[in-house]
């Protein structure tokens, strides 16, 4: 490709390329093996994340009072409508998995209406947007859909696969309690730790084949889980401290958000993830025992 306008998509086309070829720097062994992985690794793990990182960067750049006459909260969902429509445009993203990604924006906006509530109030969006539905602004639910985006990237760059996945009917099962749970605890109480306890029994034995370099590592399903909410949960911190949004008792003044939102995450990582393995080429890679 060589016009002007096909050129950044031709780029990270071939950066991928190199990132999946295989033993681009020959046979390696002993410490050059372990840094050569270490590097492709991390480096894979960054362009899984352009989605979320590049959102999450304009949370920084934008200045709380908007730019050229809008505020904030549309400068933000601008720049996340504008990020989605490079990765499809350069195919970086197909159609199907940005359906899947469209998904997760819809249950995630649906969520944030719901704790925003008068009712609920778990958390608020103070800022002024002409883009707010129901007190929320448009862009919140790209949040939920940075974390699908991240998921459906590193599937590939990894060539991710599942052994030992469970029965699909019982992982959407556990997916749905899981978000229904986000509503009902205010109800009938919190049966999060029983629903984890569901999902550790569930998803045990399954274990995560992925290939940083040449060579196929693994790791437990659940492992993987864990870090990824943990990893939202530190940008959770990151954009409350930026005032994006604010818990309670934030209002006052900055505080770190309660460690326990890690398992919260985490088991909202849980439901993206079934989510994204019923994507068509993803599910060939499963393997779900008879």
């Known amino acids: 490709m060589t016009s002007e306008t096909t050129y950044p998509a031709s780029r990270l086309a071939t950066l991928d390329a190199l990132l999946c070829d295989r033993q681009p720097w020959g046979e390696l062994k002993g410490i050059k093996r372990f840094i050569v992985e270490f590097l492709y690794f991390g480096i894979k793990e960054a362009r899984a994340c352009m989605f979320a990182g590049l959102f999450f960067i304009s949370i920084f750049l934008v200045p709380r009072g908007g730019l050229f006459g809008l505020p904030r909260y549309d400068v933000l969902l601008v720049v996340a409508l504008?990020?989605?429509?490079?990765?499809?445009?350069?195919?970086?993203?197909?159609?199907?998995?940005?359906?899947?990604?469209l998904l997760f924006h819809v249950v995630g906006f649906a969520l944030e209406?719901?704790?925003?509530?008068?009712?609920?109030?778990?958390?608020?969006?103070?800022?002024?947007?002409?883009t707010k539905v129901f007190g929320v602004p448009l862009f919140s639910g790209f949040m939920y859909a940075a974390v699908g985006s991240y998921i459906?990237?590193?599937?590939?760059?990894?060539?991710?696969?599942?052994?030992?996945?469970?029965?699909?009917?019982m992982a959407s099962m556990i997916g749905i309690a899981i978000y229904a749970n986000f509503f009902t605890h205010h109800f009938i109480g919190d049966y999060r730790w029983y629903i984890a306890a569901c999902a550790l029994g569930l998803y045990a034995r399954a274990t995560v084949i992925y290939r940083p370099y040449d060579r196929d590592r693994k790791m437990p399903l659940l492992l993987s889980f864990?870090?990824?909410?943990?990893?939202?949960?530190?940008?959770?911190?990151?954009?409350?401290?930026?005032?994006?949004?604010?818990?309670?008792?934030?209002?006052?003044?900055w505080s770190a958000v309660h460690i326990g939102k890690w398992s919260s995450w985490s088991l909202l990582v849980i439901m993206t993830f079934s989510i994204v393995s019923y994507l068509k080429h993803i599910k060939g890679r499963i393997s779900v025992p008879e």
Request: net charge neutral; proline share 4%.
């Open 82 to 101: 504008g990020i989605q429509f490079f990765m499809i445009w350069s195919k970086l993203e197909t159609w199907d998995e940005a359906k899947a990604i």
């Open 113 to 130: 209406v719901f704790k925003t509530s008068s009712a609920i109030q778990s958390w608020s969006y103070t800022d002024f947007a002409y």
């Open 152 to 169: 459906i990237q590193a599937w590939r760059l990894l060539d991710v696969r599942i052994r030992h996945h469970p029965p699909y009917w």
């Open 226 to 253: 864990i870090l990824i909410g943990f990893f939202v949960w530190l940008a959770e911190n990151i954009s409350t401290f930026f005032g994006i949004w604010s818990y309670p008792n934030q209002l006052g003044a």
